[in-house]
């Protein structure tokens, strides 16, 4: 089973930006996209973006549309995906999940079988 570390997170002040980071290791079979999800106190988990392997594709979440950008680095024979976020607002505000599976289209967390241990995003007003 791949394994899955998120670093990068932190306290930033609303319109800063911020980028995290997922260094992805062990058995990759089966895993075609990785991206990330988030989670607000209270909330259920929601999409925020993936990016596919196949054709390096891109998908996000309406909310983080034009502020949040997701990148891979594969130079090193292993996985690195990174989430660039800009013009960032409180209510971005939650627990980023670094995640993986065989479908980069998929947004529901049902879709995707591993998961990072999550950090977390504080953006102060």
């Known amino acids: 089973q791949v394994q899955l570390v998120e670093s990068g997170g932190g306290l930033v002040q609303a319109g800063g930006p911020l980028r995290l980071s997922c260094a992805s290791s062990g058995r990759t079979i089966g895993i075609y996209a990785m991206g990330w999800f988030r989670q607000a106190p209270g909330k259920e988990r929601e999409f925020v973006a993936t990016i596919s392997w196949s054709d390096g594709s891109e998908n996000y979440a309406d909310s983080v549309k034009g502020r949040f950008t997701i990148s891979r680095d594969n130079t090193k024979n292993t996985d690195t995906v990174y989430l660039q976020m800009n013009s960032l607002k409180p209510e971005d505000t939650a627990v980023y999940y670094c995640?993986?599976?065989?479908?980069?289209?998929?947004?529901?967390?049902?879709?995707?079988?591993?998961w990072g241990q999550g950090t977390q995003v504080t953006v102060s007003s």
């Open positions: 995640t993986a599976g065989a479908d980069g289209k998929a947004t529901n967390p049902g879709s995707f079988g591993s």
